[in-house]
């Protein structure tokens, strides 16, 4: 497994509470004070990890009781092309560097307690189709980058404390 991409799945154990995730098959059997990342095939054993070419390509973990806060460190993982945190009890604000998941086509953040604005770094994110944000507890205006996000299909906002106008640049998506 790529040191990154190792550096990025330890930080989000440690940082929700891993050991008490409603399944963490393979996670737990992994020692995370080695420094050494794990085969790929051990970690792409670990419930919800999809790996391909040693770099983690899927990341589903809905539904799975994480707490905590997102670590910065997914934005990290530059393979990435799904990452699903939906139904959890997450807190803390999204971090801008997964603005840096360049080939990201679904982020799902829904159904947990994210609080703080929307980062205007999301925009970046050009192969975006998907971006559920619902849900939590967002405050801010809609930032106007997400207008880039050419190949958006669905675009989930609602029930959060947004305010402002929606901004132009997603009406002409």
Not at 70 to 94: A, D
Not at 107 to 124: H, K, R, S, V
């Amino acid at each position: 497994l790529h040191e990154d991409d190792y550096a990025a799945l330890k930080a989000l154990y440690q940082s929700t509470d891993g050991a008490n995730w409603y399944s963490n098959y393979g996670w737990n059997k992994w020692n995370f004070n080695r420094s050494i990342p794990p085969n790929t095939s051990i970690a792409n054993s670990w419930r919800g990890v999809t790996i391909s070419n040693n770099r983690v390509n899927q990341l589903l973990l809905k539904y799975n009781n994480l707490t905590g806060e997102i670590p910065k460190e997914l934005g990290n993982l530059s393979n990435l092309q799904v990452l699903n945190l939906g139904n959890n009890q997450l807190t803390g604000e999204i971090p801008s560097e997964l603005g840096n998941l360049s080939k990201l086509d679904y982020l799902y953040l829904y159904n947990n307690q994210l609080t703080g604005e929307i980062p205007n770094e999301l925009g970046n994110l050009s192969n975006l189709q998907r971006l559920y944000l619902d849900n939590n507890k967002l405050t801010g205006e809609i930032p106007e980058q997400l207008g880039n996000l050419s190949n958006l299909q669905r675009l989930d906002l609602e029930d959060n404390k947004l305010t402002g106008e929606i901004p132009q640049s997603i009406h002409d998506l």
